[in-house]
């Protein structure tokens, strides 16, 4: 996102922006210091989805709604949703350097192959590797192989320093999206107290146009098609009621003035969906979790490579059972479990749903070989072997944040080796 500064404000000349010393370099905004002070006291604890709120490993409070509800009581409704806007211009900036640099050191994204070989960051040995992993695997992914948990614990130590440079990135998507999700969970709660017929029409509008948006991109054609056209738009309905003639009547130009038309309803329906969505972020009516921030490219290797970053980032986080949550597995630990599970799907949210499907199959198949490889050991196999419980309790709670059923997970995983799972996790 391009920077403003308060030479460049609109409205600069006709009235006074007082300016404030700045901390650092970064602020120079009472709310740009606000919200780096605030995410910055987050990463120091830990966040428990329950409560909404983070906590220290002393158990006190360090930031949740209550914090919210005192700016919103001390600053204001307009104030929120200014920060609203900041966190999601983070958010995409931190985004798109995620991409940036994912393309630099693996490929895909927003970076070109000639950029990327004039910025001297790729490694041509684990790329290759990457690349014939993904091709024996991905055609099979039910298929166990006995060389494939080696060959996972080869990539995931070849993978260990660029995953210490993705993790920060993707923990700090994740804490901004946390923080979004209380901040418009305020601004919807004053909505509806301040603006209660607004905001209950603009909820009855969103969910009439996502019940009826099939219909309502067919009449804009029409329409569209009708109002300089009637002959070609009477042709085209009478194609549509007559299923066994079709649209064969249209002549080439007719074709055209078709197809022009149905270009202009489809840019009339772009703008009318983003109005419509600038309206609803305004009463705090969105999820931060399914917005889609940054478009680009597809990652090269992206489900794989975010498997074995996964694998590296569970040594540093554990399951706690009595408080039903990822948490941190040392004090001097910074990655949180929260903070990395929904900075990860934010990421995946910018892409086809079909990578974050593949993600879950490299997970599966890794903790499907480890549990086949326990079997032969001279001892046998009374428990989950130690590697298959942390990615067990990372897909559930991965699910629980995405917002699906368990059942997805199972499904892929089996229900057997769950079944068990739950029976060992139990808090005693």
Same mark, same amino acid.
């Given at each position: ?111 070109? %192959? ?30 166990? +192989? ?98 066994? %003639?079709?649209? $064969? ?14 270009? $202009? ?36 290797? &992206? ?8 694998? +590296?980032?569970? +040594? ?52 499907? +070989? ?28 991965? &699910? ?29």
């Amino acid at each position: 996102m391009n920077k403003k500064y308060q030479a460049d404000l609109d409205y600069q000349d006709k009235h006074y922006v007082p300016t404030f010393i700045p901390v650092d370099a970064n602020d120079f905004t009472f709310m740009g210091r606000l919200l780096r002070n605030i995410t910055d006291s987050l990463g120091k604890g830990m966040y428990l989805d329950s409560l909404s709120s983070w906590y220290d490993a002393e158990g006190q409070q360090i930031f949740g709604l209550r914090y919210v509800h005192f700016l919103h009581e001390h600053l204001g409704t307009t104030f929120l949703q200014g920060l609203d806007r900041l966190i999601v211009y983070t958010v995409v900036s931190e985004t798109r350097k995620f991409q940036r640099d994912y393309g630099f050191h693996i490929g895909g994204g927003t970076v070109s %192959e000639e950029l990327r070989v004039k910025g001297k960051k790729q490694n041509f040995q684990l790329m290759q590797a990457l690349s014939q992993f993904d091709a024996v695997i991905s055609p099979a992914f039910e298929a166990l +192989n006995p060389n494939a948990v080696p060959r996972y614990k080869l990539l995931k130590q070849q993978t260990t320093n660029i995953s210490s440079q993705f993790l920060p990135m993707i923990v700090k998507v994740g804490k901004l999206q946390l923080l979004r999700k209380l901040v418009v969970r305020q601004i919807n709660f004053a909505a509806k107290v301040e603006c209660a017929q607004y905001t209950a029409c603009l909820e009855t509008a969103n969910k009439a146009i996502l019940h009826n948006i099939v219909e309502i991109k067919e009449t804009a054609q029409h329409v569209a098609l009708e109002r300089e056209y009637p002959d070609v738009a009477a042709l085209v309905q009478q194609g549509k009621l007559d299923s066994s %003639e079709g649209e $064969e009547g249209l002549t080439k130009e007719q074709e055209a003035v078709r197809e022009e038309k149905y270009e $202009e309803a489809g840019k009339a329906m772009r703008d009318f969906m983003r109005d419509v969505t600038v309206c609803l972020e305004f009463v705090g009516q969105v999820k931060p979790m399914n917005k889609v921030y940054s478009l680009s490219r597809d990652l090269h290797h &992206m489900p794989l490579m975010f498997a074995l970053v996964t694998l +590296n980032a569970l +040594n540093y986080i554990q399951y706690d059972a009595h408080l039903y949550s990822m948490v941190r597995s040392k004090k001097e630990v910074v990655l949180d479990g929260p903070h990395f599970i929904v900075g990860l799907l934010t990421i995946f949210k910018q892409y086809h749903s079909s990578n974050f499907l593949k993600y879950m199959m490299y997970l599966s198949n890794y903790l499907k +070989n480890v549990i086949q490889a326990s079997q032969f050991q001279p001892t046998g196999m009374k428990q989950l072997p130690p590697e298959v419980t942390p990615i067990l309790c990372f897909l559930e709670e991965l &699910m629980r944040f995405e917002g699906r059923a368990r059942d997805v997970v199972v499904q892929i995983v089996g229900p057997y080796i769950f079944d068990y799972f739950i029976y060992q996790t139990q808090p005693q």
